[in-house]
């Protein structure tokens, strides 16, 4: 019975994690820019008390008996499909329209990258991110400008004070090989790793990377019809876990009465 009881508590921890991911996507269903996450399992290894086929000869097995030990989990990543377009109206609110991240730098110099474009301006004129991390390459609004105006492939225009309108900075965005694999360290940005690939700076509009839409933000990709779904899948999962785990006990406290 013990071991019944050791592979039920596997699938009870893996379904945990399921409902980790889960709680985590529906508490950022109104984080802008947010990619919702999936989970994935493995069973775990197996006692092969008898292999299939067997030894060559007339009574030839056509198959074998194998005791699994239950499952874990394999991978939990995010998903990069784009989330719905948000009209802000906001002037520094910017949205990728297709593939690419904004990059900033953060205090200790590292740079982080992020779908979420609700720029502010700092007291020295720099786009910044909702944390005050300045963009990457940095853009600068000079004093006494009447209006700011930033194209789809990412030309800052800005109109001065006596009616001239001037390019003041290019935006660059940022696209990665496989985004899925960039690591999250909280605030809306990730980091790439060694599975992400390297950054591959470009023009927005030009090769794989979206166009830039002012005045808009990224929402959130979180379904949560799917969410509640998959919840309940997970929370009918765990019951039948434990359900196997009273059943095994129930077992063993049989045979042990019958031992007595």
């Given at each position: 019975m013990i071991r019944s009881l050791s592979t039920a508590a596997t699938g009870m921890q893996a379904q945990e994690a399921k409902l980790d991911q889960i709680s985590n996507d529906l508490a950022n269903m109104n984080t802008?820019?947010?990619?919702?996450?999936?989970?994935?399992?493995?069973?775990?290894?197996?006692?092969?008390?008898?292999?299939?086929?067997?030894?060559?000869?007339?009574?030839?097995?056509?198959?074998?008996?194998?005791?699994?030990?239950?499952?874990?989990?394999?991978?939990?990543?995010?998903i990069q499909e784009q989330g719905p377009v948000k009209i802000t109206n906001g002037l520094f609110d910017l949205m990728i329209n297709g593939e690419g991240f904004f990059a900033c730098q953060l205090p200790n110099g590292q740079i982080a990258y992020t779908r979420d474009g609700s720029f502010k301006m700092d007291a020295q004129g720099r786009l910044v991110t909702s944390s005050g991390y300045p963009m990457i390459p940095p853009i600068q609004i000079p004093p006494g400008t009447a209006g700011v105006t930033i194209t789809g492939n990412g030309?800052?225009?800005?109109?001065?004070?006596?009616?001239?309108?001037?390019?003041?900075?290019?935006?660059q965005t940022v696209n990665f090989l496989n985004p899925g694999?960039?690591?999250?360290?909280?605030?809306?940005?990730?980091?790439?790793?060694?599975?992400?690939?390297?950054?591959?700076?470009?023009?927005?509009?030009?090769?794989?990377?979206?166009?830039?839409?002012?005045?808009?933000?990224?929402?959130?990709?979180?379904?949560?019809?799917?969410?509640?779904?998959?919840?309940i899948s997970a929370q009918r999962t765990y019951e039948s876990n434990a359900r196997v785990?009273?059943?095994?006990?129930?077992m063993w406290s049989t045979l042990n009465n019958v031992m007595k």
């Amino acid at each position: 019975m013990i071991r019944s009881l050791s592979t039920a508590a596997t699938g009870m921890q893996a379904q945990e994690a399921k409902l980790d991911q889960i709680s985590n996507d529906l508490a950022n269903m109104n984080t802008t820019s947010y990619k919702r996450g999936r989970t994935e399992f493995h069973d775990l290894m197996y006692q092969t008390i008898k292999d299939p086929g067997g030894a060559p000869g007339v009574n030839q097995a056509p198959v074998g008996v194998q005791v699994g030990s239950g499952s874990k989990v394999a991978a939990q990543y995010s998903i990069q499909e784009q989330g719905p377009v948000k009209i802000t109206n906001g002037l520094f609110d910017l949205m990728i329209n297709g593939e690419g991240f904004f990059a900033c730098q953060l205090p200790n110099g590292q740079i982080a990258y992020t779908r979420d474009g609700s720029f502010k301006m700092d007291a020295q004129g720099r786009l910044v991110t909702s944390s005050g991390y300045p963009m990457i390459p940095p853009i600068q609004i000079p004093p006494g400008t009447a209006g700011v105006t930033i194209t789809g492939n990412g030309q800052v225009r800005v109109m001065t004070a006596e009616g001239q309108d001037a390019e003041i900075g290019q935006i660059q965005t940022v696209n990665f090989l496989n985004p899925g694999a960039m690591k999250k360290i909280g605030e809306n940005l990730v980091t790439p790793t060694a599975s992400s690939g390297p950054p591959v700076q470009g023009t927005p509009g030009e090769n794989t990377l979206g166009t830039i839409q002012q005045g808009a933000v990224e929402a959130s990709n979180v379904k949560p019809t799917e969410s509640i779904m998959d919840m309940i899948s997970a929370q009918r999962t765990y019951e039948s876990n434990a359900r196997v785990m009273t059943v095994g006990d129930q077992m063993w406290s049989t045979l042990n009465n019958v031992m007595k």
